[in-house]
C-alpha cells in the first residue's frame, strides 16, 4: 500500500488540534475552579497558617535552612512548601493571595500530569476524563485551594511514575534520572514517603510485569539514580543533624514519621486509638465526590479484566492505587488529605472506565446499569450524613453557623449525582460524564461563593488581628487562651509571637503583671474572668473574644 503523506500531515494536524482542545478545557476548567476568588478567603485550616508563618518568618530570620514557628525551632514537614511560600512573599507581597497561587498552580500542573499519565496508559480520550474527573473531585478540589503539602507531594509522586513509564517506553536513562529528581522534590515536600511510595510502585510493577528496568549497567544507573537523590535530600537533613543532633533525628523521623504512622498522635488523649484499617475506603468513597460509584465499578471492572488478562499498563494503574490505599491503610493515623497521592490514580481508573463505556457498541450491560446507578444512589445518603457528622465534630455547637456554607453546596451535588445515577441508564455516557461535571463544577462554585460571603465572619484571627496591630507595641504580649487548636493563624495576622495557655491561674497571672497582653478567649470563659481582673473587651464574635488589660 502506498503511503500519502498529504493524509498523514491531516492526521497529524488532526491530532494536535484534538491535543490542544483538551489541554485548552482542562486548563480552562482548573483555572476556573482553582483560583476564582483564591485569595479572599482567610486560613481555612490552621497548617495553612502554619507554613505561612513558617515562610514569614525564614524572612524575618533571614534563615532559611533553620525553619521556626512562633519562635520556637520547627521540624514537621520538610521546607520545600515553606520555601515557596516565602518566594512568593517575596515577589508577590504578604496575603493569601500570594500564599496560595503557586500552589493552586501545582495542583493543575497534577492535573495535567494524570492527562499524560493517562493517555499514555490508555489513549487521549482515557486522559482527558482522567483530568477532568480529577479536577472535579471534591477532596482535589479543596485541597488545590489550600496551600498544605499534600498537593506538591501528590503531583511530584504522579510526575515521577509518569517519567517512568516514558523510561519503559523509550529505554532512555535521562527518563530514570528526571523520575529520581521528581521523588526527591517529593521528600523534600512531605518526607520519605515522597520516594518510598514511587518505588514501591515501581518495583512491584516490574516483578509482576517481569521487565527489567534497564538492559544494561543496571546497577551503574541503580547507584547514580541514589547518588543523585541524596544529593538533592541530603544537605537539608544534613544541615539539620549537624546544629541540632539528636534532637532533629528523634522529633523528625521518630515521632513526626514512625509513631505518627503506627499511632495517632498531636491528637487528644481520648482519641489516640488507631483509626480502623477501613477508614479510607470510606474517605475516599466521600473525597472522590460526585464519581465515586463510577470510581467503584471501574476498579471492579479493571480486576475483573486483570484476572483473565495482564495488560501491563492495567497491571501499573491497579499496583499505584493498591501500593498507596494499602500504605496508608495500614498507618495509625489517617488524615482525609493524607490519602491525595491515590486520587490521579483513581480519576485514570474512573477515566478508563468511561471510556470503555463509550467505545463499546452494546453499551454497559443492563445489569451493571442498575450495579452502578444503585452504588450512586447508595452514596449519595451516607454522604450528607458524613458532612453532618464531620460538621458536628469539629465545629460542635457553632455547626448551625457553617450550614449556610455548605447546605448549597450539597444540596446542588446531591441533586447531580441523582440526576447522574438515572442517566446511566442512557445508552449515551457522554451525557452521564457531562452531567457529573456539571454537578461538581456548579456545587464548587457554590461552596467558593458562600465561603467568601459567610465564613470569614465566622473565623476571628484575622479580624481581632486587625485590632491588635493598631494598638500593638513590640514589648506586648499576645495570648490565645484555651483555643479549640492552636492557631497559627493569629501569629501570622499579628506577626508577632503569641502564646498559647490553657491554665487560668497562669493567664491571671500575666494579665495582673505590668505588661499589656491582648487575649483571646473562649466567650463562655469571659463572665469568669472578669470577675478575677479587670479587663477590657475589643471585640467579640463567633463565641470568641477579644480583650486587653490596660490599654
Not at 491535543?19 to 483564591?38: E, H, P, S
Not at 525553619?67 to 512548601?81: A, E, I, R, S, T
Not at 481520648?270 to 460509584?293: M, R, V
Not at 488529605?337 to 467505545?359: C, H, K, N, T
Amino acid at each position: 500500500m502506498v503511503s500519502c503523506p498529504i493524509c498523514e500531515t491531516q492526521n497529524h494536524s488532526r491530532y494536535l488540534n484534538r491535543t490542544r482542545q483538551y489541554i485548552f478545557i482542562l486548563v480552562a476548567l482548573t483555572v476556573f475552579l482553582f483560583f476564582w476568588k483564591l485569595g479572599s478567603l482567610t486560613f481555612v485550616d490552621e497548617d495553612e497558617a502554619m507554613y505561612a508563618q513558617v515562610a514569614q518568618e525564614m524572612l524575618n530570620r533571614g534563615d532559611w535552612v533553620y525553619p521556626h514557628l512562633n519562635g520556637v525551632y520547627w521540624v514537621d514537614k520538610p521546607p520545600l512548601v515553606p520555601w515557596a511560600i516565602a518566594i512568593s512573599f517575596k515577589t508577590l507581597g504578604r496575603n493569601e493571595f500570594s500564599i496560595r497561587l503557586w500552589h493552586s498552580v501545582v495542583a493543575l500542573m497534577g492535573v495535567l500530569i494524570t492527562y499524560l499519565v493517562g493517555k499514555q496508559l490508555f489513549g487521549e480520550k482515557a486522559g482527558f476524563f482522567s483530568g477532568l474527573i480529577l479536577a472535579s473531585s471534591l477532596q482535589y478540589f479543596y485541597q488545590a485551594r489550600i496551600t498544605l503539602c499534600d498537593i506538591p507531594l501528590t503531583f511530584f509522586i504522579t510526575l515521577s511514575l509518569y517519567l517512568f513509564l516514558l523510561l519503559v517506553k523509550s529505554r532512555n536513562p535521562f527518563f530514570f534520572y528526571l523520575s529520581i529528581i521528581s521523588m526527591a522534590a517529593a521528600t523534600l515536600s512531605k518526607g520519605p514517603v515522597g520516594a518510598v511510595l514511587p518505588v514501591s510502585v515501581i518495583i512491584l510493577y516490574l516483578i509482576f510485569v517481569r521487565e527489567k528496568l534497564f538492559e544494561k549497567k543496571f546497577l551503574f544507573h541503580i547507584l547514580m539514580g541514589a547518588g543523585l537523590f541524596l544529593c538533592i535530600v541530603g544537605p537539608w537533613f544534613y544541615l539539620q543533624v549537624l546544629r541540632y543532633g539528636k534532637e532533629f533525628i528523634q522529633r523528625y523521623f521518630f515521632y513526626k514519621h514512625f509513631a505518627r504512622f503506627i499511632h495517632p498522635i498531636d491528637v487528644p488523649v481520648s482519641t489516640t486509638k488507631p483509626d480502623p484499617f477501613y477508614s479510607y475506603f470510606f474517605i475516599i468513597l466521600a473525597g472522590f465526590l460526585p464519581w465515586s460509584g463510577v470510581m467503584l465499578q471501574g476498579t471492579g471492572s479493571l480486576i475483573k479484566k486483570l484476572l483473565k488478562e495482564r495488560k501491563p499498563e492495567e497491571v501499573f494503574t491497579l499496583i499505584w492505587a493498591g501500593v498507596i490505599f494499602l500504605f496508608f491503610s495500614i498507618a495509625g493515623m489517617k488524615v482525609p488529605r493524607y490519602i491525595m497521592p491515590i486520587y490521579p490514580a483513581l480519576a485514570i481508573i474512573s477515566g478508563r472506565f468511561f471510556l470503555q463505556s463509550e467505545d463499546s457498541q452494546s453499551g454497559t450491560p443492563e445489569k451493571d446499569r442498575r450495579w452502578l446507578s444503585f452504588l450512586l444512589s447508595f452514596i449519595l445518603a451516607p454522604f450528607l450524613l458524613l458532612i453532618v457528622i464531620f460538621a458536628k465534630r469539629h465545629f460542635e455547637s457553632d455547626v448551625l453557623l457553617y450550614l449556610p456554607v455548605l447546605k448549597p453546596s450539597l444540596i446542588i451535588l446531591g441533586a447531580g449525582m441523582g440526576i447522574g445515577s438515572i442517566l446511566f441508564f442512557l445508552p449515551d455516557r457522554r451525557i452521564v460524564f457531562v452531567s457529573f461535571l456539571i454537578a461538581g463544577v456548579l456545587s464548587y462554585s457554590s461552596l467558593i461563593f458562600y465561603s467568601n460571603r459567610y465564613f470569614n465572619h465566622l473565623r476571628v484571627s484575622k479580624r481581632f488581628a486587625g485590632v491588635i496591630n493598631k494598638l500593638l507595641k513590640p514589648e506586648d504580649r499576645i495570648v490565645d487562651y484555651r483555643p479549640p487548636n492552636p492557631e497559627p493563624s493569629l501569629i501570622f495576622y499579628t506577626n508577632h509571637p503569641v502564646d498559647f495557655i490553657g491554665d487560668e491561674d497562669t493567664l491571671t497571672s500575666l494579665l495582673r503583671s505590668g505588661t499589656r497582653v491582648f487575649c483571646v478567649v473562649p466567650g463562655i470563659q469571659l463572665p469568669a474572668l472578669k470577675e478575677k481582673i479587670k479587663i477590657q473587651i475589643l471585640d467579640e464574635t463567633a463565641g470568641r473574644a477579644l480583650v486587653v488589660n490596660r490599654l
